[in-house]
Nanobody, 125 residues
Framework: QVQLVESGGGLVQPGGSLRLSCAAS????????IAWFRQAPGKEREGVSC????????FYTDSVKGRFTISRDNAKNTVYLQMNSLKPEDTAVYYC??????????????????WGQGTQVTVSS
């Protein structure tokens, strides 16, 4: 069974950090670019970051540059999103997604082959 499972979400104070994990089962991530999206209540799903399948090149939306870091461990079939200096506006459900292609227009959610179920991140004092 093909699955992506996110974990690591939770409640954190502004300025805090969280590390999200996206673990794949039923397929290998080696051949896939992996992206993180987020969706806040009443808003559209937003592409946050993407990591390429071979070169490890990374992409970030402007609002998270310098604060978030995406990485992958192909041996563990897992991708991570390290989130530092969190702000209340980062509050959302975070999803990982896999596409058997390049990151390219990674912000376009229709490109992806697989999605996880999401993990809630809440930034609040």
């Amino acid at each position: 069974q093909v699955q992506l499972v996110e974990s690591g979400g939770g409640l954190v104070q502004p300025g805090g950090s969280l590390r999200l994990s996206c673990a794949a089962s039923g397929f290998t991530l080696d051949y896939y670019a992996i992206a993180w999206f987020r969706q806040a209540p009443g808003k559209e799903r937003e592409g946050v970051s993407c990591i390429s399948k071979t070169t490890g090149i990374t992409f970030y939306t402007d609002s998270v540059k310098g604060r978030f870091t995406i990485s992958r461990d192909n041996a563990k079939n897992t991708v991570y999103l390290q989130m530092n200096s969190l702000k209340p506006e980062d509050t959302a459900v975070y999803y990982c997604a896999a596409v058997r292609s390049r990151c390219g227009r990674y912000e376009n959610p229709t490109r992806y082959d697989y999605w996880g179920q999401g993990t809630q991140v809440t930034v609040s004092s």
